[in-house]
């Protein structure tokens, strides 16, 4: 075992990266177990990623070791499924690497994207608690690596390790927060107004009047077809705010795009 993994045990993940951890009585049993443990390639490769990570790292130093050798690391391929809507949640997951959509699916079979997850972001921390069905589907939108636990151990974790008790309360926080302010937006403004508003943030973003974008995926988060998204494009363009180039939109106008999103 190298001197990275070898050294981040000290009762829990020890700052190997200033120097090395100076290690407690307990810290030193904790040592003793590791040297003399075999542990799956996956798992250590895993634990390299978490410790060199400054994100993953900071979530997770203070894990104890009981817990840390309950951690599974999956490599999981673009376009799977990692939960689905309706099944019982039975285990929790931590982004360790990649991108996840989160999307409501109507009866219809019409998907209302609810957010996009990125590394050190959770999966499953809602139902968790009382192996609750799912409320959404998650689907990897590239390569992802996760970081599991079973429900027993996630909460064992919970009682054990109050640094990652508060992250929780945090993310709980800004996605409560996240989410209300997309319902609100969702409620105060026609499907018109966000769809300008989406090509302005854009604009805004990349500084660019050359626009890439994706109507599938526009229509999934606002819950509406890509015909509707089409017709408003359509309406802009004969407005002369807009031009269209296949997937590329040619912003002509850009203060009366701001008009019409009434930003």
Known sequence: MNREISGIFSGRIADVR???PVLSDKGRDTMNIMKNAEFPDDWLLGLRQVVRDPVLYELLKYCPLE???CW???DISRGALICRQGEICQQFSLIVAGEVDVFYEAEDGRRYRQARYGKGDMLGELEIFESRHYICSVVAVGNVQLLSLPQAHFCRWLTLDNHFNQRMLRFFSQQYYQLSKKASSDNLYSLHQRVCQALWLRYQQ???TIILLDKQNLGQEFAATTRSINRILHDLK???IIDTDGERIILL???KLKQEAEI
Request: charged letters at 30%; aromatic letters at 12%.
């Open 206 to 208: 990349y500084e660019s």
């Open 238 to 240: 004969s407005l002369n």
């Open 253 to 255: 106008a850009p203060e």
């Open 18 to 20: 200033d120097g090395g």
């Open 72 to 74: 599974r690391f999956d």
């Open 67 to 69: 817990i840390m050798q």
